[in-house]
């Protein structure tokens, strides 16, 4: 039997909106590399399933559903960023479903479909979609549990009542603030059928066998909070009108700030009082699911986080869907009584959610720590006698997912306001560079001496600052004086007046933008390493070396950027031997509005004063090469 055109036309829009949530989810799945806790998930899985589980069950890590579901699916679906993040993304996926089927359930088609179009477009639902932690399937189980919670209230069949029981527990453990929604429900419950002695039984009795496999854990919680001390410094006490500032930006365009905040936060709270007072309407029953759903999740954690600080708002987004949901039902009434009113509230929403999508997709401020981008850059410019020294041990698991070349990673096992000793084992031990890679320092050790010390010991190679900075990774030179050139050197022959001699270069580019968006932005960098030696009676004082990007007219497009103390510093050119080549680095920072074309790159030499030291020939600088600048 066909089905009706009219059936069709039913779930047409649905469907469109299932394909559109796709759209938006998968093709930029793995745009962006993973970050620190992404990299976790895959450690905790990627290993015979009864180690895995011993892992995943720990406290910290939020409730193991994810991770074990993780562990399957990494096992068929392969390890690629893209298959790992599927999983996610499925389950984001499958949540406008569900969400709404509860918005046709509870009001009409109308509310469920504005509700499933907002967390199609949603930047939170899409960004939590897109990473490989228990966030989707977490706000998935939570709307599943209300649909299936509104099905048994309503039908009062045992399926339902057992299907809701499964559908808690998964909740509570893909993420142990679930408890909070759970909790939430059942006030409600009571609130709206107390008089209901069959409904308010048969909740009891689903609840009570719910609540038998986490008697235990109860008990190990009454029993830990007491002495609970919280060992996260990143985290801190939010007090109760930041937290609903933070939860609002958050919910609506992903941000803890935004250019215009308070007129947005003011439209998106009218809303929602409107979305909530429109659900009274409909009868007190409604009125109550809706704003308590919203409400006591948040009310019961805000008086846990006095003990626990641990707000972030993703830990409650299982309230998301509601959030939505209210949102929808505002729009629907605006639509019922104005519709143009309703077509403004709609587009400013849709609005203000596509530039954040377009602002997480495109600006590095808002977008997770960029991975692959040091691995790429080690890979490029190190060197099997280098050595990779990075901050706190858990960040060598994702910069080992993503570099492949012959440098041995070292997790920094020292204390960090002393790693002196350290650097002098290391440079004993005969690497060349030293490459510093540090993310979350500031935060665990906002003390800490890695960089000053390394700064007093070496000099500097060059500075990278992936994703505004949320990586540093620092290069130092540790053998900086060679008896031959080395063999991937060019080789030139330039000699200053004051009897330095220019030797061989290398650049790690002679064809780029003058603009960069990962690292340094808007500036793109030329890296340049050259090569030096005295002549045998030349003794001078240390130099300024330069390095320049000029046009065909002389005007100047690119400048070193200074990196003090130098290795003339370090290693003055009086205490050379005659047959020594010194090694010395800088990076040429470009004006980002270089008109594409050809430019010079050349090295000059100053001197203690500040004035140009000319070469014997006469000439201000050595020219070594031609870079072309494109668009």
């Keep these: ?174 993420h142990f603030f679930g408890a909070f929604t759970i909790a939430a429900q059942g006030m409600l419950v009571l609130i709206t059928t107390w008089r209901d002695w069959r409904r308010l039984g048969a909740y009891a009795g689903a609840m009570a066998l719910s609540a038998l496999p986490y008697l235990p854990v109860l008990r190990f919680v009454w029993t830990l909070l007491p002495t609970f001390q919280m060992q996260d410094p990143s985290k801190r006490f939010v007090p109760l009108p930041q937290m609903l500032r933070e939860l609002l930006l958050e919910f609506s365009v992903r941000a803890w700030s935004w250019e215009h905040d308070g007129l947005w936060l003011f439209g998106l709270s009218a809303l929602l009082v409107g979305g909530m007072l429109a ?104 060197a099997p006698d280098d050595i990779i020294v990075i901050y706190t041990d858990y960040m060598d698991r994702v910069l080992s997912r993503y570099y492949r070349g012959p440098i041995k990673i070292f997790s920094y096992p020292y204390d960090p306001k002393a790693p002196e000793p350290l650097y002098e084992q290391l440079q004993g031990e005969g690497f060349d560079r030293l490459w510093l890679v540090l993310h979350h320092d500031l935060v ?36 900086w004086r060679h008896t031959q050139l080395p063999a991937a050197a060019a080789p030139v022959d330039f000699t200053f007046e004051n009897g330095l001699r220019l030797v061989g270069y290398q650049v790690d580019a002679t064809r780029l933008p003058a603009t960069e968006e990962v690292s340094h932005p808007p500036s793109n960098w030329i890296h340049l390493t050259t090569y030096w030696a005295r002549t045998a009676e030349a003794a001078p004082d240390p130099p300024r070396l330069d390095g320049l990007l000029t046009d065909a007219s002389g005007g100047v497009w690119g400048r070193e950027l200074v990196y003090a103390p130098a290795v003339f510093d370090f290693d003055p050119p009086a205490q050379w031997p005659a047959d020594t080549i010194i090694e010395a680095h800088l990076d040429v920072n470009l004006n980002p509005v270089t008109p594409p074309g050809m430019y010079r790159l050349a090295v000059a030499l100053e001197n203690t004063a500040g004035e140009r030291i000319p070469l014997v020939s006469g000439e201000a600088e050595a020219l070594l090469t031609m870079i072309e600048i494109t668009r």
Excluded at 158 to 173: D, E, F, K, M
Excluded at 315 to 335: D, G, N, Q
Excluded at 457 to 478: A, S, V
């Design 279 to 382: 659900a009274w309407r409909r009868g007190w029953r409604a009125g109550a699911w809706i704003t308590g759903l919203l409400i006591f999740p948040l009310m019961l954690f805000y008086p846990v986080s006095f003990k626990i600080p641990v707000f972030t708002p993703k830990y409650l987004s299982a309230i998301f869907p509601i959030f939505l949901l209210i949102l929808a039902l505002a729009v629907e009434t605006l639509r019922r009584r104005q519709s143009l009113l309703a077509l403004g509230a709609v587009a400013v929403l849709l609005l203000g959610q596509t530039q954040a999508e377009l602002r997480d997709l495109n600006d590095p401020a808002f977008q997770r720590t960029d991975w692959r981008f040091v691995a790429q850059y080690l890979e490029d410019h190190g």
């Design 1 to 174: 039997m066909k089905p009706s055109r009219a059936a069709i036309s039913r779930w047409l829009l649905p469907v469109a909106l299932i394909i559109l949530a796709a759209m938006l989810r998968l093709p930029t799945l793995d745009k962006q590399s993973f970050w620190v806790d992404e990299s976790y998930a895959v450690w905790f899985i990627d290993r015979p399933f009864n180690e895995a589980l011993r892992l995943i069950i720990t406290p910290e890590n939020n409730g193991p559903l994810y991770f074990l579901l993780l562990w399957g699916w990494h096992r068929l679906a392969g390890p690629s960023d893209f298959a790992v993040r599927y999983l996610s993304a499925l389950c984001g996926v499958l949540n406008i479903a569900v969400l709404w089927q509860l918005g046709r359930t509870w009001f009409n088609r109308r509310v469920g479909s504005w509700a499933a179009l907002l967390m199609a477009l949603s930047p939170f639902a899409i960004w939590y979609a897109q990473e490989a932690k228990m966030y989707a399937l977490h706000m998935l189980l939570a709307t599943l549990a209300l649909l299936l919670l509104t099905r048994a209230l309503r039908r009062m069949r045992w399926q339902h009542w057992l299907a809701y029981v499964l559908c808690v527990n998964l909740l509570a453990y893909s």
């Design 444 to 479: 665990y050790a906002p003390d800490h001496r890695l960089i000053e010390a390394a700064s007093e010991r070496f000099p500097k190679i060059t500075g990278q600052y992936p994703t505004l900075g949320q990586i540093r990774l620092l290069g130092f030179d540790m053998n």
